[in-house]
């Protein structure tokens, strides 16, 4: 377990590639899962082609020709929650306005988080996920849409550059977490939406050194 408060690296994993690192406080750690904060303000890193486009800003086709580099920058928007259920493939976070009031919840669907602690060598602690672009987005009401099929669709049809190893078991995942949306289940059921950070807690200025450490290996 995490100890809470220490700070721990949500790491993206995009096939061989490390996609994007965000520095995240945590808040608790338990049989529930993993609680993150992710503060505005908190630097952070992420993976762009050498001529600074990142690859939202191009098709598919062309980012897996492109070489990449990892790039600084600053997590922009208002701070963040991100839950880490035990033993699933996805993260909810929980989106907030620039007054820091819930607005919508967010399945982000991926590969499970692996953990990792360098901690007892010097480096840092984090989690490893492999982001598999399908999302759900979930209103207050729990009304609920999917989100980037079509982003899916074009990287699917380029399986020997594409991570998402099994599109069924990805879209059946979805679905299960569906159900329990619509059924108020938790996380949906208001938990953590009234969440308010400590005031005095301060973005991470910089990410911490080991975040560069060789992905988590899976089975």
């Known amino acids: ?30 049989a529930r899962g993993l609680l993150l904060w992710l503060a505005r303000g908190s630097a952070v890193l ?9 690859i939202r800003a191009m098709p598919f086709t062309e980012w897996v020709t492109l070489d990449t580099h990892v790039v600084p920058g600053t997590w922009q928007g208002p701070g963040l929650l991100k839950f880490i259920p035990p033993d699933v493939d996805y993260s909810v ?22 953990r990792w602690d360098d901690s007892a060598t010097g480096g840092a602690r984090g989690i490893d996920v492999i982001d598999q672009d399908l999302d759900i987005v979930i209103a207050p009401d729990r009304s609920w849409q999917w989100k980037d099929e079509a982003e899916l669709a074009e990287r699917l049809a380029l399986p020997e550059h594409y991570w998402v190893p099994d599109e069924a078991a990805l879209w059946a995942e979805g679905r299960r977490v569906v159900k329990q949306i619509e059924a108020g289940a938790f996380p949906f059921d208001g938990t953590w939406t009234d969440f308010q ?7 991470v200025a910089e990410v911490p050194p080991g975040w560069d450490r060789p992905p988590v290996p899976r089975a």
């Open 197 to 203: 950070p400590d005031p005095s807690w301060e973005p």
């Open 1 to 30: 377990m995490f100890q809470p408060g220490s700070t721990v690296l949500y790491r993206n994993i995009d096939g061989p590639r490390l996609a994007s690192v965000r520095p995240c406080r945590v808040i608790s750690d338990d």
């Open 46 to 54: 992420v993976e762009q082609a050498l001529d600074g486009r990142g």
């Open 93 to 114: 976070w929980f989106f907030r306005d620039d007054y820091d009031r819930f607005t919508s919840w967010y399945v982000n669907l991926e590969q499970r988080a692996l």
